[in-house]
């Protein structure tokens, strides 16, 4: 039997960080994107523990590692061990993907056009769209950093914790001069009377991860008019409702799909075929 072995002495490095990481789809649609074009790449899977992460940073350079992706947990905290930061990720203080240049490590946040791109499919025209947030955590801010920068003008952000949305106006006061006047704060407890004030729902929690996670807000309330986005990649509680009720819906495997583009896009100045990227998400 001949083995099918295109690794070689020229084989580059790309990879991602997390804790666990067992479940990540990155490795397989992003190895099918080198080697659709024909890259000689390979792209790893690495279990990095917290207290690891700065050695692991060092790492990237040692070895010659070319890009890395970042998830959950190190996201935020992986910041301070690189080189440069790109705008959106000083506004959103989070960074999934890593470049290096030559023992320089950039970080960028490429959910900021995943979430835009995967938005644009169902929504093409949003900006004049009002939007209703759910959540003020980084998957949060990247949805938030792209929304404002397409000149969405009305934002209602629902948070359990209320402070953490007034954080995101501080730290977005640069970015845009009216920003209070863009975002408005809400408690959980105040979804349900605000969503007549909201054309398109976003929830950005883990809330509904799991098949007996409550409801965020009263699920009955949802009108078809509304576009309703979860960014976890399963039809969740909130997502079936919005089905039911005849809504436009999506869940996270657009953004999934095209932040890992953007990264990709990135390191190698490609695009790959989404059309298959698609396939392989969807039926793995
Ligand atoms: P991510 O990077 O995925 O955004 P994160 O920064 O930890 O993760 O943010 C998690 C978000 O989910 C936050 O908005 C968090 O609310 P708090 O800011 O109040 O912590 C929200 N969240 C997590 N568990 C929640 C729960 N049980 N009920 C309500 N909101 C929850």
Redesign the pocket.
Known sequence: MKLECNINGQTQIYGIFGYPVKHSKSPTFQTYSFQTLGINAVYIPFEIKPEDLEKAVQSIKILGIKGINVTVPH?EQIIKYVDELSPEVKYIK?TNTIHNLEGYLKAYNTDVVGFIRGLKEIEPNFSNKRFLVI??????RAVLYGLVKEGVQKIIIA???TS?IQNIIKDFSTLHRYIDQIITAIT?EDIDKQLKNADIIIN????GLKEEDPELFNYKLIEPRHTVIDIIYRKTKLLKTAEEKGCKWQDGLPMLMYQGIESFKIWTGKEPPIDKIKNILTHG
Not at 135 to 140: T, V
């Open positions: 996201k989070a959540g003020a955590g980084g998957a949060s948070n359990r914790t953490k959980l950005t929690t883990s809330i």
